[in-house]
């Protein structure tokens, strides 16, 4: 079994309880009548920030919930902010930053199409926006249209899930509880408390559990235990507020976790080496696994994501005479309909980005269906190439998001520190903060320069390991996508093993409900081999890399060794000095091999990989945490109720397969 394979590296569980005097743990603390073993009593939960999904262990597929809950707007009146307040950014009306922006996106979509000798008419852009500026509507009876959606506009009680996507935004306020696949969402001014945004949980929770699928009161929660998928980089927390919430109020009999990629590469059944990156809702988020180990300085969460994309590929569509010029992407109708554009018609395949013909339907509530036909254009690939292109995301988001947030929310859920020394303790990525620092190693042109900055990064995470972090890093990461894999491979291979960058590179998993894009993994092999300084694309690159730091390793070690020597420089210098002198060595001799090969093709290749068995994409990290549901490697990793009650979130550092 891969699976279980993958796992042999992980810490024995057992041995630490061992070793902590907690050996006992489950034996004596009357959990006797759970049986840790059997699956038919697990729930399978991963919470994203667009859908929760939720499925017993033994589903072949999960449920998919939108986690959203529509709250009546009397409810909240004059709690909360008020939502109509904040001004649409999403018009066709765009300041010149953002028109900036899509013309570099439009220029580097001509020259891919000029590479692969596809022809783009000249008139095309004219030929949509004349034709879209004719369009006439077709009003359509109720009873012909199929799909006709009955909103809800009575604000009678809270709607949950699917319900709540079809509440009128005038009559209700609709809250998304979780964010950034898992933390709350406490940045929302739409929440009053704490315990406001738990109630929305533990709401979406009862009704999904309560649905017919699963028939599950309340009351029998306490028969079923949970295996719940966590984001790589997770904030500590978070965690333990939502597990508590599970424990105590929702009264699961135990709780197991595991992080998001490591579950990505057990639904895809992969054991080898590999980058994940998944496209989600509202983040990417990218880490490298190894030997059933998220490694930790490879981890990026990149702040957009597919919803990002929806609505950009609307404000292209309004650009071009869209015929629906009054489209309220942020209304409830406006959004389903963006959405549904999005997943029909964006595309990385340039065979069919050509003049096109499609039509569409305006349901708005309280009116007639319209049907509209419409053309697009290059705005089907315009749109997703700004996972490479990010800035304008970054534009788009600083002209939407309120400016204040919610300050009361985040006092009662501060960040985790230490007891002892009051530092921030949660997982802390060299990847992530080289993103925020723009310090990537995509860009630097010079060989030389790469090479002293890749041997730079060892000795600065072990630097930073030691420092001191007091203040939380609330930057949002606009690295764009290919530089963000390459940053992350490089930096997992660099602390591991540099020979693990040929099976990083080409295993590249790509997941998330946003990653289903035609051709997605032609394009992002392009882009990374585009991007990829050329030293670190070398095939022989990690052995030139071993050879050259063992040298400067031995001459260190030598330097600390000689004393007395006389020499006008001090010790510490002299040694530099000659590791200088052997880097520039080194580097020149191993250029000379380079440039003496020519052409062949001596570069580690690139392999983006499909999720396997026309897996949908989006499930397959509810799929990996439903595997691990499965073997026996689980029931060492699941907390009882009288762990929590007995040792608190404390009780994680025994109970988890990566370092707490
Ligand atoms: P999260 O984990 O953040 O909840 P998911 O992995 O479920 O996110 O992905 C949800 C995102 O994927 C949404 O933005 C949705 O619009 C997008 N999406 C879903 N299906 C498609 C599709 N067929 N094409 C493009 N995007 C899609």
């Known amino acids: 079994n891969t699976q279980v394979s993958s796992m042999a590296n992980t810490p024995d569980v057992a041995d630490l309880k061992k070793e902590n005097g907690q050996a006992e743990l489950n034996e004596t603390n009357g959990d006797e009548d759970i049986d840790l073993s059997d699956a038919n009593t697990t729930l399978v939960i991963h919470p994203g920030s667009d859908s929760i999904k939720i499925g017993f262990a033994k589903d072949e597929t999960p449920m998919v919930i939108p986690a959203c809950v529509a709250v009546p707007k009397s409810d909240l009146l004059g709690e909360v902010s008020n939502q109509e307040s904040k001004r649409n950014p999403y018009g066709r009306q765009q300041p010149a930053d953002f028109e900036e922006l899509k013309s570099d996106i439009q220029q580097s979509f001509k020259e891919r199409m000029r590479f692969y000798k596809r022809k783009v008419q000249p008139n095309a852009h004219e030929q949509v926006v004349t034709f879209n500026k004719q369009s006439k509507p077709e009003y359509m009876e ?115 976790i595991i992080q998001e990629s490591l579950a990505t590469c057990y639904g895809a059944g992969i054991s080898t080496s590999t980058c994940v990156v998944n496209i989600g809702a509202t983040q990417t988020r990218i880490a490298c696994v190894d030997e059933g180990t ?40 406006g959004w389903l309909l963006a959405q549904e554009l999005k997943k029909n ?47 304008i995301v970054e534009q788009l988001q600083s002209e939407s998001s309120p400016k204040v947030s919610n300050t009361k929310l985040q006092d009662q859920l501060p960040v985790s520190r230490d007891i ?40 600065k995470v072990e630097e930073s390991q030691t420092e001191n972090i007091t203040v939380a890093d609330t930057r949002k990461n606009y690295a764009p996508l290919e530089k963000a894999v390459v940053q992350s491979i490089t930096n997992a291979s660099l602390f591991l093993d540099i020979a693990k960058m040929a099976p990083f590179y080409s295993n590249i998993l790509v997941c998330g409900g946003g990653s289903k894009i035609p051709a997605l993994d032609f394009i992002l092999t392009d882009r990374i081999n585009i991007w990829r300084p050329r030293l670190l694309s070398q095939n022989s690159f990690p052995t030139f890399y071993k050879k050259l730091a ?39 001799k191993y250029m000379e091999t380079i440039e003496a090969q020519g ?62």
């Open 345 to 391: 018609y964006i595309t990385f395949q340039d065979a069919n980005v050509t003049v096109q013909l499609y039509n569409f339907i305006k349901r708005v509530p309280g009116k007639k269906a319209e049907k509209y036909d419409f053309k697009v254009f290059d705005e089907v690939m315009l749109a997703p190439l700004s996972l490479f292109y990010p800035e």
């Open 142 to 256: 109720e009873k012909n249209d199929f799909n006709r959606i009955n909103w809800i506009t009575t604000p009678d009680r809270r709607y949950y899930g699917k319900d709540a996507l079809r509440c009128s935004k005038d009559h209700f306020i609709v809250r998304r509880p979780f964010v950034k696949g898992g933390s709350f969402n406490i940045e929302s001014s739409d929440y009053r408390s704490l315990q406001d945004l738990l109630g929305d949980v533990t709401g979406l929770l009862e009704y999904t559990l309560g649905s017919q699928h699963f028939e599950l009161k309340p009351s029998q929660f306490s028969q079923y235990k949970l295996v719940l998928v966590i984001p790589d980089l997770f904030e500590k927390s978070h965690l333990e507020t939502f597990i508590g919430c599970l424990i105590t109020e929702l009264q699961f009999q135990a709780v197991a």
């Open 294 to 333: 998220v490694l930790e300085n490879s981890a990026i969460t990149l702040d957009y994501g597919s919803d990002d994309i929806t609505r950009l590929f609307a404000i292209f569509l309004l650009q071009s005479d869209f015929p629906y010029q009054d489209w309220d992407i942020e209304s409830a109708h």
């Open 599 to 660: 052409n062949g093709d001596h570069t580690l290749p690139v392999s983006v990989l499909p999720p396997p068995r026309d897996m949908d994409p989006a499930m397959l990290v509810w799929k990996g945490a439903s595997v691990l549901a499965q073997i026996k490697l689980v029931e060492e990793l699941y907390l009882t109720g009288t762990d929590w009650d007995i040792h608190g979130s404390r009780i994680l550092q025994y109970k988890c397969i990566f370092t707490y």
């Open 550 to 588: 063992k040298q400067i390793k031995d001459l260190k070690a030598a330097g600390k060794n000689s004393e007395g020597k006389t020499s006008a420089l001090p010790e510490e210098d002299q040694s530099q000095e000659k590791v200088n002198d052997i880097i520039q060595k080194e580097f020149q």
């Open 420 to 459: 002892f020394t009051d530092n921030l303790n949660d997982w802390r990525s060299m990847s992530q903060a080289e993103c925020l620092n723009g310090e990537l190693y995509c860009g630097v042109q010079d060989d030389f320069q790469t090479l002293c900055k890749v041997l730079d990064s060892q000795s």
